[in-house]
């Protein structure tokens, strides 16, 4: 399983591409945002089915962009991380097929991103492989890869992981020839200091910001699923001399579906970085905090801490590769849109021809109850007026939905398995049906939500069961912070004559 969130203001759609024949020596033009032609590259003679960002064939792939060091990035390279990712679904089985394709194609056609860690799954292996450019006129780009043993998680965001990497085992590591000797000829690395070469110090060295924003995510990840390391938060707080964390961990449990699900649904609750403490939560336990992250104030520079659910995710998958079961039915995509703790995930199976129209349309530009983005967008705004009350209102109906998918899951590919034997095209029609159907339904649901939480929460009030508005003040703790500030301005009692108000000054 690999999960991924796609972080960015943009509407997203969700896309399906068949696999297609071509003819022998045909090309591929490759256009930007624009619909404007960026080059052609050689096509393949046969690609392979694509929904969201799985094949058919049950590889999934993820990213993160790290950026690393700036100068590094090849204005003149053609492939961006995004078309690596497609073409490596077209035209790969295996996460080892698909780390063979995206590095023979940045050789011949040059790579144009910053850096970038791919998260590759198929239903035997999981890989995580970093890669960045030459820097402007360079050749190819500069990559290491590693497979997560069997048993392990791994987690990565927005910072280069990978630190020191074995150069005789390809089993389980890949790298390019250069991954060493332009870091050295770049002055990136000195084989003199003694200290062994770390990919991630090389091509990404941390700061302050990386390791607050980055370093955090994993860490609340890896707190998580496995308690019993009690691992510290030293590093992500910046402590000096502390140890970059693990590349990966082994969970104390097995983790399911389900679990990804909570893993992925963060905002370091229960720790002291619990991001609904305290005034910046406002009055109603709000753990978002808006854009810029980071802020200065008397030449003091500060930060808001970076949690893995935010609020300007557009989409996010966790994906399923499972070799006990055939390619059509081992792999879903479970996907949804917006932030992850407020969206609600459904399954899209590998095989699937057609997809769920809500998630396909709609534009950043104008608000559209067809869209599933938009509704999940206006849900999750509108608790946030009134957080503490209404995120229960949306997580029940979270825990709803996905149960229901997750405990129907069995019985569906029991189904399906035994069409996949008489009936392969009614298979693939019935798992296209009930994914398509799931995920209209569940459109459907948030809307409903919507609504409910407008009556319900009308202007600041309650409804109770008998549906009368109550008033629902603020905590305890909350208004003593705010007497802190105006107690004289607002105490509700009579002044002696000829003393003035307390007023605040701007």
Same mark, same amino acid.
């Given at each position: 399983?690999i999960?991924y969130t796609?972080?960015?203001e943009?509407h997203?759609?969700?896309?399906?591409s068949?696999?297609?024949?071509?003819a022998p020596?045909?090309?591929?033009e490759?256009k930007?945002?624009h619909?404007?032609?960026?080059?052609?590259?050689?096509? /393949?003679?046969h690609t392979?089915a694509? /929904?969201?960002?799985?094949?058919?064939?049950?590889?999934?792939?993820?990213?993160?962009t790290?950026?690393?060091?700036?100068?590094?990035?090849?204005?003149?390279?053609?492939?961006?991380?995004?078309?690596?990712?497609?073409?490596?679904?077209?035209?790969?089985?295996?996460?080892?097929?698909?780390?063979?394709v995206?590095t023979?194609?940045? =050789?011949e056609y040059?790579y144009?991103s910053?850096?970038?860690?791919?998260?590759? =799954?198929?239903?035997e292996e =999981?890989?995580i492989?970093?890669?960045?450019?030459?820097?402007?006129?360079?050749?190819?780009?500069?990559?290491v890869?590693?497979?997560?043993?069997d048993?392990?998680?791994?987690?990565?965001?927005?910072?280069?992981?990978?630190? /020191?990497?074995?150069?005789d085992?390809?089993?389980?590591?890949?790298?390019s020839?250069n991954?060493?000797?332009?870091?050295i000829?770049?002055e990136?690395?000195?084989?003199?200091?003694?200290?062994?070469?770390?990919?991630s110090?090389?091509?990404?060295?941390?700061?302050?910001?990386s390791?607050r924003?980055?370093?955090?995510r994993?860490?609340?990840?890896?707190?998580?699923?496995?308690?019993?390391?009690?691992?510290s938060?030293?590093? %992500?707080?910046?402590?000096?001399?502390?140890?970059?964390?693990p590349?990966?961990?082994?969970?104390?449990t097995?983790?399911?579906?389900?679990?990804? %699900?909570?893993?992925?649904?963060?905002?370091?609750e229960g720790?002291?970085?619990?991001?609904?403490?305290?005034?910046?939560?406002?009055?109603?336990?709000?753990?978002?905090?808006?854009?810029?992250l980071?802020w200065?104030?008397?030449?003091?520079?500060?930060?808001?801490?970076?949690?893995?659910?935010?609020q300007q995710? =557009?989409?996010?998958?966790?994906?399923?590769s499972?070799s006990n079961?055939?390619?059509?039915?081992g792999?879903v995509?479970w996907?949804?849109v917006d932030?992850?703790?407020?969206?609600?995930?459904?399954?899209?199976?590998?095989?699937?021809?057609?997809?769920?129209?809500?998630y396909?349309v709609?534009?950043?530009?104008?608000f559209?109850?067809?869209?599933?983005?938009w509704?999940?967008?206006?849900?999750?705004?509108?608790v946030n007026?009134?957080?503490v009350y209404?995120?229960?209102?949306?997580?029940?109906?979270?825990v709803?939905?996905?149960?229901?998918a997750?405990?129907?899951q069995p019985?569906?590919e029991?189904?399906?398995?035994a069409?996949?034997k008489?009936?392969?095209?009614?298979?693939?029609?019935?798992l296209?049906?009930?994914?398509?159907?799931?995920a209209e339904?569940?459109?459907?649901?948030w809307r409903e939500?919507?609504?409910?939480?407008?009556?319900?929460?009308?202007?600041?009030y309650v409804?109770?069961e008998?549906?009368?508005?109550?008033?629902?003040?603020y905590?305890?703790?909350?208004l003593?912070?705010?007497?802190?500030?105006?107690a004289?301005?607002?105490?509700?009692e009579d002044?002696?004559a000829?003393?003035?108000?307390?007023r605040?000054?701007?």
């Amino acid at each position: 399983m690999i999960t991924y969130t796609c972080d960015g203001e943009f509407h997203p759609h969700l896309e399906y591409s068949p696999s297609v024949d071509y003819a022998p020596g045909d090309s591929l033009e490759l256009k930007d945002w624009h619909d404007n032609s960026r080059g052609w590259i050689k096509q /393949v003679e046969h690609t392979y089915a694509v /929904v969201g960002l799985m094949n058919e064939h049950q590889l999934a792939i993820g990213e993160t962009t790290f950026d690393g060091r700036l100068e590094l990035k090849n204005p003149d390279g053609l492939l961006h991380y995004w078309d690596l990712m497609q073409l490596a679904l077209e035209r790969a089985k295996t996460a080892r097929e698909a780390i063979k394709v995206m590095t023979e194609l940045v =050789a011949e056609y040059g790579y144009k991103s910053t850096g970038e860690s791919f998260s590759i =799954a198929d239903k035997e292996e =999981a890989w995580i492989m970093e890669m960045i450019g030459p820097g402007e006129g360079g050749k190819g780009a500069i990559w290491v890869a590693m497979r997560i043993p069997d048993g392990y998680i791994s987690a990565h965001a927005n910072k280069a992981r990978i630190g /020191v990497f074995p150069l005789d085992d390809p089993d389980n590591c890949l790298y390019s020839e250069n991954v060493i000797s332009y870091a050295i000829e770049n002055e990136y690395y000195d084989p003199s200091s003694g200290e062994p070469f770390r990919f991630s110090d090389a091509y990404h060295p941390p700061t302050p910001k990386s390791k607050r924003w980055a370093d955090g995510r994993v860490w609340s990840i890896f707190r998580r699923a496995a308690p019993s390391l009690d691992i510290s938060p030293d590093h %992500f707080r910046g402590v000096e001399g502390t140890d970059p964390y693990p590349l990966w961990i082994k969970p104390d449990t097995k983790i399911s579906v389900g679990d990804v %699900f909570s893993l992925m649904r963060d905002h370091f609750e229960g720790t002291d970085y619990d991001l609904r403490e305290g005034v910046d939560a406002g009055p109603y336990g709000s753990p978002y905090r808006w854009r810029p992250l980071d802020w200065s104030v008397d030449s003091v520079q500060y930060g808001w801490d970076r949690a893995i659910s935010t609020q300007q995710t =557009a989409f996010s998958f966790v994906s399923q590769s499972r070799s006990n079961l055939p390619d059509p039915i081992g792999g879903v995509f479970w996907y949804g849109v917006d932030d992850t703790y407020a969206t609600c995930y459904f399954p899209l199976y590998c095989s699937i021809t057609e997809i769920p129209y809500s998630y396909t349309v709609g534009s950043l530009q104008e608000f559209s109850w067809e869209s599933a983005w938009w509704i999940f967008n206006f849900v999750s705004n509108f608790v946030n007026l009134k957080y503490v009350y209404m995120i229960e209102d949306l997580k029940a109906l979270q825990v709803e939905l996905e149960t229901t998918a997750l405990t129907l899951q069995p019985t569906i590919e029991q189904t399906a398995l035994a069409l996949h034997k008489s009936n392969p095209d009614m298979m693939s029609s019935y798992l296209t049906n009930y994914s398509v159907s799931t995920a209209e339904t569940v459109s459907r649901r948030w809307r409903e939500l919507g609504e409910f939480l407008i009556m319900n929460y009308n202007d600041g009030y309650v409804k109770n069961e008998e549906g009368r508005a109550e008033n629902q003040g603020y905590s305890d703790k909350w208004l003593r912070k705010v007497l802190d500030e105006k107690a004289d301005q607002l105490r509700l009692e009579d002044k002696p004559a000829n003393v003035p108000e307390t007023r605040l000054i701007d």
